[in-house]
């Protein structure tokens, strides 16, 4: 057997690294979202839910939340509709060039987010590669004005960003049906597209709920995209925190608010995690 | 046809005998069917891997038809071949006035019982049974009562409304099963079922599914590697090896008269003998007997059950005698098996019934119409 300083010496480490990264910082954020901040610019460790009351009753803050929600489902959605056809693809239909596809899938992610935020900002701006390009065709006369820093600019970079989040579970999920499956259903007399609809999606369900959550949790918290390409009107709820964090210096409301995403976000993983389950057979 | 040996003919030490080549009885020959599935010259291979050579193979209508042969042996990708999931590199699949192969596996009106059984986890057992008709489209009203039938006959109804992961490997076997048959095809496919099993109930499963096919009368397509299985179940069996066809026959004939020496080891233990034929008289080291094959080079099988322990005192002129001394006994129930090393290195096993005591000294005898002739099988590629 290991000695009691062998499981000490293990056993630590990990558990020192929960305690300061993880314990102290959410115990910390708690608090604060409690406290709030006198006028003169201090933070009072005063015990009340006002904060929580003003994110209620100003509009701002729970419009915002609703639209970083909205931004979300919709990236979810696109996400999955480009996720699940590609990945269906690599597993079912691509051969001997399924491993060469899969990198080419993985390899952006290799790339930094600010580099792919960016590189959207120059192909969508009212001189960008597409007005120029739609403006050489005399498709428009004047460039697109919707293109940048509009909801619009927010969803289709988010949906680049975090579509191999989505492909990924989806990929894995199809790997693992057994192709006897398939054909044992060509054998029953299922047609190609009858075995999609009655094996193949059924069984893929559990990934694309994994995937669907990636996406939406992902990007519901962000606030890069936004920043960047957002404008006044794509503006989502994690740069209202970053902002009150910042310069409008009020920790207690951006705690709260931080708060109100983690068990937002906590009971979304804990519903998926519930609905996978329900939806696996192994 | 009756013809004598004189001792002396090649070797030294031979026993003389008298024999006559009887032919074995034929095995009683299936009705004559009409041919429902015909292979033709179908070859498959995997780049420069040869898997199939030619296979050219009858099944009629209503038989029990097992492709036996060791992993390997390609076996399994002729099965998939005339299921369709596989293409093969050359000839045909008929089915009567089809041509199979040019089908997509869903229009051939041919069902498979895979090894694995791949019931789909998601449905229960009645919808998995459920699913070749659902998908064909039948009326609700005929799917209930098909699927009703089709569970009762596998001895399954009381689980119609179970997972598949809820129910034994037996029970998924059985539901497989129905699940193939519901769709009344012509030809069923079954890719080495049994191999999951334990041994009980597979020698079980082995005789209600051989009662079930005699009962439905579906012509069934069996893979299997038990060459017990195949003499148990089948009409015909067609032994595969390498993928060429090494013979295929009844049961009966192919134990009796196999065509190869790899057919004859295979099926059933055997000694093989090698031997010369000169004018007349066979001799195999120091054993001779007569014969009327053409004179050259030949190779016996000899069924061990074939060999006779003899008193000393005994004397039977017609049989070949060999003095021996018992290597080896290994106890088998009623039978043993007892090695024997004879005058002359020849080693033979001899099956006998079980006897109390440790043996010695033996005489041996056999009938030389016992001694099969057979080809000498292809060396292994």
Partial sequence: MFSRAYKAAVTLPPVLWVVIFLVTPYALMFCYSFWSVSAAQTIVHSWNLANYGVLLHVDVYWQTLLRSMWIAARVTIFSLLLGYPLAYFLSFRAGGKKDLLYQLVIIPLWVSYLVRAYAWKTILGSDGVLNTLLQYAHVTKHPLEFLLYSPFAVVLTLTHIYTPFAFLPIYAALEHIPRSLVEA?????????????????????????????????????????????????????????????????????????????????????????????????? | ????????????????????????????????????????????????????????????????LTILGESGS???????????????????????????????????????????????????????????????????????????????????????????SKISGGQQ????????????????????????????????????????????????????????????????????????????????EIYGRPATAYAAQFIGHTNLLKGDVKSGVVCCGDLTWTSDRPDGPVLFSLRPENIRLLSQTASLPTLVRVQGKV?????????????????????????????TSPLDEVLLAFSPIDAIPVTKSAERI
């Fill in chain 2, 74 to 164: 390609g076996k399994t990708t002729l099965l998939r071949i005339i299921a369709g999931f596989e293409k093969a590199s050359a000839g045909e699949v008929w089915m009567g006035e089809d041509r199979l192969d040019l089908q997509p596996p869903y229009r051939r009106r041919v069902n498979t019982v895979f090894q694995n059984y791949a019931l789909f986890p998601h449905l229960t057992v009645e919808q998995n049974v459920a699913y070749g008709l659902r998908v064909a489209k039948r009326p609700e009203s005929e799917i209930a009562s098909r699927i009703a039938e089709a569970l009762e006959k596998v001895k399954m109804s009381a689980h119609a409304k179970s997972k598949p």
């Fill in chain 1, 185 to 282: 259903s060509h054998d029953l007399g299922a047609s190609p597209a009858q075995t999609f609809w009655k094996v193949i999606l059924p069984l893929s369900i559990p990934g694309a709920i994994a995937g669907a959550t990636f996406a939406f949790v992902l990007s519901l918290g962000d606030f890069l995209a936004p920043l960047l390409l957002g404008g006044p009107s794509g503006i989502m709820i994690s740069n209202i925190v970053v902002s009150l964090f910042g310069a409008a210096y009020n920790w207690p409301l951006g705690a709260a608010i931080s708060l109100c995403m983690l068990m937002l976000v906590v009971s979304l993983l804990f519903f998926s995690e519930r609905l996978e389950k329900k939806w696996s057979f192994s």
């Fill in chain 2, 1 to 64: 046809m009756g013809h004598f040996v004189t001792a002396g003919g090649c070797s030294n030490s031979a026993k003389s005998m008298i024999t006559s080549e009887i032919p074995m009885a034929s095995a009683p020959e299936l009705k004559s069917r009409t041919t429902l599935l015909s292979v033709r010259k179908v070859a498959k291979q995997f780049g420069k891997n040869v898997v199939l050579k030619e296979i050219s193979l009858e099944v009629a209508e209503g038989e029990f």
């Fill in chain 2, 327 to 355: 290597v080896a006994q290994a106890f088998h129930g009623a039978t043993e098996l007892i090695r024997v090393q004879c005058a002359g290195g020849l080693v033979l096993v001899v099956r006998a019934p079980a006897s």
């Fill in chain 2, 173 to 252: 076997q059985r539901v497989a099963l129905a699940r193939a048959l519901v769709n009344r095809p012509r030809l069923l496919l079954l890719d080495e079922p049994l191999s999951a099993l334990d041994a009980n109930l597979r020698r079980q499963m082995q005789v209600e599914l051989k009662a079930l096919q005699r009962e439905v009368g579906i012509s069934f397509i069996f893979v299997t590697h038990d060459q017990e299985e195949a003499m148990v179940m089948s009409d015909r069996i067609a032994l595969l090896r390498s993928g060429e066809l090494e013979q295929v026959a009844t049961p009966r």
